[in-house]
């Protein structure tokens, strides 16, 4: 059965902290370490569910596979601009889903007037920068020792897509 993707809905919020948990655990590419509880992952996606920011799941069979969100900033001045996160469980990655989440969200970005999509990626996870670059993200800046995972430093990189320029992402 091929995977959809849709808003996330009240259904999916179990199977969302689910795979949240199991990438955090991974240790390789989420400031996570963990999955939040339940009731304060409940409350986060509430703000998805209100219309307060874009959530969009991966589901085959009806379970959540992967996640992709854009929240927009808080201040009137920042307003235009989203932050965008994603993952995906081990077994679905490499297959363009990561790429099919992310024009799902860029469409739902654009629907709302958004302007700028931002992220932050670990300098080695080579995948993820990759599939930005091809979507139209451009590079922004390094944060050096941006993340301390059992005592590692790690670098990020600043990216972000501006979503009413030509350089955006190709068709
Ligand atoms: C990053 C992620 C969302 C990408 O989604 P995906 O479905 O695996 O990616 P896609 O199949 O759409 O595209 C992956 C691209 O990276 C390439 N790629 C795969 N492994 C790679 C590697 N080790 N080095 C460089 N490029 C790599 C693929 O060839 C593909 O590019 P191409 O289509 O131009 O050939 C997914 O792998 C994931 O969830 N990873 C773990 C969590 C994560 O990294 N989140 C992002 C945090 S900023």
Not at 74 to 98: K, Q, S, W
Not at 132 to 140: N, P
């Amino acid at each position: 059965m091929a995977i959809e993707i849709v808003p996330i809905r009240e259904e999916h919020i179990e199977g969302f902290r689910a795979a949240l948990d199991t990438v955090a655990r991974e240790k390789r590419y989420l400031a996570f370490l963990e999955a939040p509880p339940l009731d304060s992952t409940r409350q986060f996606v509430s703000g998805a569910l209100a219309g307060k920011f874009i959530q969009h799941v991966a589901l085959d069979a009806g379970q959540v596979v992967g996640w992709c969100d854009v929240i927009p900033r808080e201040r009137d001045t920042m307003r235009h601009a989203g932050v965008l996160g994603i993952g995906i469980l081990p077994e679905h990655r490499n297959r363009g889903l990561g790429e099919r989440l992310i024009r799902s969200v860029i469409e739902a970005s654009r629907a709302r007037s958004l302007v700028r999509i931002a992220l932050h990626v670990r300098t080695d996870n080579a995948r993820a920068i990759r599939l930005y670059e091809r979507l139209g993200f451009r590079h922004e800046g390094l944060y050096r020792r941006d993340l301390k995972i059992d005592g590692i430093y790690y670098d990020s990189l600043a990216m972000a897509l501006m979503l009413d320029e030509p350089s955006g992402p190709r068709a």
